[in-house]
């Protein structure tokens, strides 16, 4: 699985404890990582003890909780609470995942909360996808025809066509599986990574795009697409339990094959 790196040059100093526990029953710690480029000041780690039975089953439970209760500063991202927007992506217990689908009771020890790794961070848990999603915006994320438009129906497929975008269409782009690959923390500036080299696919696999050698011109690329290593971190750690790797790889043999 892929850990937490810290930001080249970056010091994380310790923070502040806020006990907001009440009695003597059981506790949670969590650990959350603070950084306002504002202040001028280097991260920190402020940790919070709650009691364990008011935390709620979620992260995302636990993050908003103490931001109504303990700590309004706290910054997050976070919409739909059902793991289908994918705002609430971060970096938990050393893995990259949804907030809102964390479960509580799956972490053992202190609960600790970074934003995803080896992004630049705008607040607290909020990292800058503007790079992440200029990627995406440039595969021109939608069906792209020659051929004109059927008068009086839409462009069909088959069942089995259709099936064919299984395990593809379901990308949130949530940006952890991208920020899980070494790959992309040393070379972002040029290799597109692993969610948006999914979506490539995702069109490419697209019965009723008619774009495929286009698509593919825009990925045959030692950078774009070849400085996927295979590390298949991508995989491990997507939340939605989709394989980007195997993505790539059919992109790779795709063009592997046009040049026989």
Not at 86 to 100: K, P, Q, R, Y
Request: charged letters at 30%.
């Amino acid at each position: 699985m892929a850990q937490f790196i810290l930001p080249a040059n970056s010091r994380v100093r310790k923070g502040k404890v806020y006990d907001a526990a009440e009695g003597g029953g059981e506790t949670r710690r969590v650990r959350i990582y603070r950084y306002d480029p504002e202040s001028g000041d280097n991260p920190r780690m402020d940790t919070f003890i709650l009691d364990a039975n008011r935390t709620g089953a979620k992260v995302l439970d636990v993050l908003l909780k103490i931001k109504d209760e303990i700590d309004p500063t706290l910054t997050f991202r976070r919409s739909c609470r059902e793991g289908i927007c994918g705002s609430c992506a971060m970096n938990i217990d050393g893995v990259n995942t949804l907030a809102c689908t964390k479960e509580l009771e799956e972490i053992k020890g202190d609960v600790k909360v970074y934003p995803l790794p080896h992004l630049h961070v705008i607040k607290d848990l909020v990292p800058d996808m503007t790079h992440f999603y200029g990627q995406y915006a440039a595969l021109e994320p939608w069906i792209k025809t020659q051929t004109a438009t059927p008068p009086d129906h839409e462009r069909y497929q088959s069942k089995e066509e259709r099936e064919a975008l299984d395990g593809l269409y379901e990308c949130i782009l949530c940006a952890c599986c991208s920020a899980s690959c070494p790959s992309y923390w040393w070379n972002s500036d040029r290799y597109l990574g692993p969610a948006a080299l999914l979506q490539l696919y995702r069109w490419i696999a697209d019965s009723r795009d008619e774009a495929t050698e286009e698509r593919l011109d825009l990925a045959n690329d030692a950078y774009r697409l070849f400085r996927c290593h295979t590390i298949m971190n991508c995989t491990a750690t997507c939340p939605k339990g989709l394989n980007p790797g195997k993505a790539i790889a059919k992109v790779k043999r795709l063009l592997a094959e046009r040049e026989v």
